[in-house]
């Protein structure tokens, strides 16, 4: 089931980071940008979409809670997603990691997943930081324009 929405929420990304190039939208780029398609599309898919879960597990700390970036809901399945725009071909992951971790292990049925984004020789050569077993990834989504070569990829950890 997993695949079946994060495809498209790769396919969807670089299409529309690739339709704001044009526009010399890159003074504002961050992973933030990418928040509403990704909504937009789980939506259409069918879940629900929740933004910046506490993940309030684990001993009181100050301050804020950490937070997840996204919670997709349908039919009892839960997708915890962090989105990472990488800059480089050894993103540190190893927070993004430990978060879906944590909240994994108290919500049953849950499954964590770290979506890179960023530019193609970025996305297809990356070697992730992070502690913990990677299950499985995507594919790499991507499209050459001519000028800017962005892809997306999803990677599963326990």
Not at 18 to 39: G, H, K, M, N, R
Not at 49 to 63: H, L, N, Q, S, T
Request: charged letters at 20%; glycine letters at 8%.
């Amino acid at each position: 089931m997993s695949g079946s929405v994060l495809n498209p929420i790769c396919r969807g990304l670089v299409g529309y980071i690739s339709f704001l190039a044009p526009c010399t939208a890159s003074p504002v780029y961050t992973e933030y940008l990418l928040y509403e398609p990704l909504y937009r599309i789980a939506t259409a898919q069918g879940f629900k979409v929740r933004a910046e879960v506490p993940v309030i597990y684990g001993p009181k700390r100050a301050g804020d809670h950490k937070r997840i970036d996204f919670v997709l809901e349908k039919n009892y399945i839960a997708l915890a997603l962090e989105l990472k725009w990488i800059k480089n071909q050894n993103p540190n992951i190893s927070k993004d990691v430990e978060k879906l971790k944590t909240y994994n292990t108290h919500i049953k049925d849950a499954a964590g997943y770290v979506i890179l984004f960023g530019k193609y020789a970025d996305v297809a050569s990356a070697k992730p930081v992070y502690a913990g077993s990677k299950l499985g990834n995507g594919k790499i989504v991507h499209w050459d324009s001519g000028k800017t070569h962005y892809a997306c990829s999803w990677v599963k950890f326990t």
